[in-house]
């Protein structure tokens, strides 16, 4: 399988680690990805709150490049870099005035062949996982986790095209799949208030707490997110929150691609456990995983 990849300026940023085990576990399962040439920031999370036409804009360009390059699948492992994507695309089919004035804009042609699928869409697909399935070295048994998807993977529906929007399954199925005890909760798809972090970090901290209290109730040892915006929401706040009394423990905050790398035995991702401010090694390393 050959697929555009488009990476977002948080997997070459802050989220190093979920760029580095996406492309450590699409290698190993023989998904080659195509990075884009010359691809742009697509405005997550502000344009679209200070320029409409603009956001569209910045996203659009990337789709018209994987367009260009012949592709017909582009995956993003970023959420909000995802929905951007879908929303541009969406509006573009929708409202031909502004597809063309758009196409203006970014002095590039786009015909709207192009499918874009979030990494966990790509990975969650039958035969890829049972491609998973047959890879597992180290299967993750007795660790028990919660996979949270988050607002922007799966709404609103009519953009991202995800039926289950409540109640997505995609990184379910990828923890069962390598062994892991794969928690039920009802908080997957919340929201962790996403690029507020900044500029009201007190909303930010509320909802990571609501979310890492719940996850706590459901007898989780880690969450499994494949957004970099959860990531840094729930990996960065726990330190207040605990000093606060507002969760009961520390918990890991792990990347999907993370997990399937350790579990399909790929060594190189034990290097990237530093990188996480709650270190998930002790974890890990007493289910005999690191």
């Not at 890879?135 to 048994?141: A, D, I, N, R, Y």
């Not at 993977?153 to 929007?165: A, M, Q, S």
């Not at 995609?170 to 798809?189: C, I, P, Q």
Request: proline residues 4%.
């Amino acid at each position: 399988m050959k697929v555009a990849y488009y990476p977002g300026c948080s997997l070459h940023g802050t989220a190093e680690e979920y760029d580095e085990s996406t492309q450590m576990v699409c290698e190993a399962l023989g998904i080659e990805l195509k990075e884009l040439d010359d691809w742009s920031c697509c405005g997550a999370t502000s344009a679209h709150c200070t320029n409409d036409k603009l956001s569209v804009a910045l996203a659009a360009r990337n789709l018209a490049l994987a367009e260009k390059g012949q592709h017909k699948t582009l995956t993003v492992p970023c959420s909000a870099c995802f929905q951007r994507l879908k929303a541009a695309d969406y509006r573009m089919r929708e409202d031909k005035q502004l597809a063309g004035e758009i196409v203006s804009l970014i002095e590039m042609p786009y015909a709207g062949n192009i499918e874009v699928l979030q990494i966990i869409q790509i990975l969650a697909q039958p035969e890829i996982v049972e491609k998973i399935r047959v890879s597992v070295k180290k299967p993750l048994k007795d660790l028990k986790s919660v996979c949270y998807y988050g607002c922007l993977t799966v709404r609103p529906p009519k953009v991202t095209k995800v039926g289950d929007y409540e109640d997505p399954m995609y990184m379910d199925v990828l923890m069962e799949t390598v062994g892991a005890d794969n928690r039920f909760w009802s908080y997957k798809t919340e929201c962790c208030s996403g690029g507020l972090a900044m500029a009201r970090s007190d909303i930010t901290k509320r909802l990571s707490g609501v979310l890492l209290t719940m996850a706590d109730e459901a007898d989780a040892e880690c969450v499994v997110v494949s957004c970099p915006m959860c990531h840094a929401n729930l990996d960065t706040r726990q330190n207040a929150l605990l000093a606060e009394g507002k969760i009961p423990r520390k918990m890991p905050i792990l990347y999907v691609t993370e997990l399937l790398a350790l579990a399909m035995g790929i060594k190189e991702v034990g290097a990237l456990w530093s990188k996480h401010l709650v270190d998930p090694r002790p974890l890990l390393s007493s289910k005999g995983l690191a």
